[in-house]
């Protein structure tokens, strides 16, 4: 039976973390952990199909940091989210160090954004979904939506949450073509509005000049929507 940890020292949130989660998949385990100490034993411990965590635990501001660095040890490849009062501006820089899969910045979601997150990971986490990525026409781009450690950038990973890497693979797949809003919203997770794509498009572009400074494969076409150039 799937398991699932939360690990979040707020009893309040972490009340309210784990009845979401309950209330949107009853057949889920849910384990609860409110320090670091007790988290680290349960990863030690059980094998989970995906952690929900915080980054401040208690006095331990990096508390969050070794957990996700122990379970990147593990070699397991466990989804985590990272639920953190910590500015959502810095998310890239967060999943650079950590490898987390997604964040939500406390305060600035409802349970219908975490929800449609946390069960958007779970889907993509599956092991049916570890299929062989598709070569990509543009040899400069490995891209596989279906994985976390995608895409690849001339050898370099660069860091997206999921969201950011489905547009991008809608645009990587219709290279040349002008892929509109509307197409877009239907990859979107929440948010489905054109101010919301075009900061995501943001995102991938500030990720991909990350690794590569010169990039410039992503062409805006206004009123229209965005396309993928295989010049990049």
Not at 115 to 139: H, M, N
Not at 171 to 177: D, K, V
Request: zero cysteines; hydrophobic letters at 45%; a negative charge.
């Amino acid at each position: 039976m799937p398991r699932i940890a939360v690990i979040e020292d707020d009893p309040t949130t972490s009340e309210q973390l784990a009845g979401w989660i309950r209330a949107a998949r009853p057949e889920l385990v849910v384990d609860q952990h409110f320090d670091r100490d007790s988290a680290e034993a349960a990863l030690l411990r059980e094998r989970y199909d995906l952690v929900v965590l915080d980054i401040e635990l208690g006095r331990e501001r990096n508390a969050g940091v070794a957990l996700i660095n122990e379970i990147n040890k593990q070699g397991l490849g466990t989804p985590v989210l990272v639920v953190s009062a910590m500015p959502a501006a810095i998310y890239r820089s967060i999943m650079k160090a950590l490898d987390a899969w997604d964040y939500l910045q406390k305060t600035t979601f409802d349970e219908a954004e975490f929800v449609e997150t946390f069960l958007d990971i779970l889907r993509t986490a599956r092991p049916a979904a570890k299929a062989a990525a598709k070569p990509a026409a543009d040899a400069s781009l490995q891209l596989d939506p279906l994985k976390q450690r995608t895409p690849m950038w001339r050898g370099q990973r660069v860091n997206l949450p999921l969201t950011a890497q489905r547009i991008l693979a809608t645009l990587h797949a219709r290279t040349g073509e002008v892929v509109s809003y509307e197409d877009l919203f239907d990859v979107v997770k929440s948010g489905r509005n054109r101010d919301n794509v075009r900061k995501h498009v943001a995102t991938i572009r500030d990720a991909f000049r990350d690794v590569d400074p010169t990039f410039d494969g992503i062409e805006n076409i206004p009123m229209r929507g965005f396309r993928w150039t295989s010049g990049g």
